[in-house]
């Protein structure tokens, strides 16, 4: 879904005509974009740190894909 609608509006971006406003669009999509990445990685680092109240980092680590040195890494936010 979200996929779909990024190739959608990368794909209008490229019919805008004047290459300025087409620039200025492209610029205000990617700071959408990017402060979308923003709140997902607070959203795994809240989600990490609340198994982490639970687990141990290397059982946090298991639960959700990566290493346990990984997991901490997520929940210092780096």
């Known amino acids: 879904m979200l996929t779909s609608a990024i190739e959608s509006e990368t794909g209008r971006l490229a019919q805008i005509a004047d290459p300025v406003d087409r620039f200025n669009a492209a610029r205000d999509f990617r700071e959408t974009l990017a ?29 959700i894909g990566v290493s346990g040195s990984r997991a901490e890494q997520i929940a210092k936010g780096r």
């Open 35 to 63: 402060a979308g990445e923003r709140a997902a990685r607070e959203l795994e680092k809240a989600a990490v740190a609340e198994l982490k109240a639970a687990h141990s980092w290397r059982a946090v680590g298991e639960l």
